[in-house]
């Protein structure tokens, strides 16, 4: 199991940029396919972007395609999501998430296993 810490949220005008990091423990990070879901008040948790363990590989929701990059460090155990030119509907919780068996791509939130606790980020208009 892997233990997974997000930081990087905030408040941020529409049109700015962001980067999240989440920072796993252990030595098997590189195993771990990594993803971000968010949340916003009411919803469903929804997909946004994962990597394949290399890092080689990477898959967008339609939504934020173009605009966020999904990338991984397996030396520092980190996988970041920068965000640009962000929209006030980006508004959400953001979760880190991995799991050692899902594939990289389109995922529902129920194929991660270990989860972060989340970090709120908030565009203003």
């Known amino acids: 199991q892997v233990q997974l810490v997000e930081s990087g949220g905030g408040l941020v005008q529409a049109g700015g940029s962001l980067r999240l990091s989440c920072a796993a423990s252990?030595?098997?990070?590189?195993?771990?396919?990594m993803a971000w879901f968010r949340q916003a008040p009411g919803k469903e948790r929804e997909f946004v972007a994962s990597?394949?363990?290399?890092?080689?590989?990477?898959y967008y929701a339609d939504s934020v395609k173009g605009r966020f990059t999904i990338s991984r460090d397996n030396v520092k155990n980190t996988v970041y999501l920068q965000m640009n030119s962000l929209k006030p509907e980006d508004t959400a919780v953001y979760y880190c998430?991995?799991?050692?068996?899902?594939?990289?791509?389109?995922?529902?939130?129920?194929?991660?296993?270990?989860w972060g606790q989340g970090t709120q980020v908030t565009v203003s208009s």
């Open positions: 998430a991995a799991d050692p068996t899902t594939a990289w791509g389109p995922a529902r939130a129920n194929e991660y296993f270990n």
């Open positions: 990597t394949s363990r290399s890092g080689t590989s990477t």
């Open positions: 252990g030595r098997t990070f590189s195993r771990y396919t």
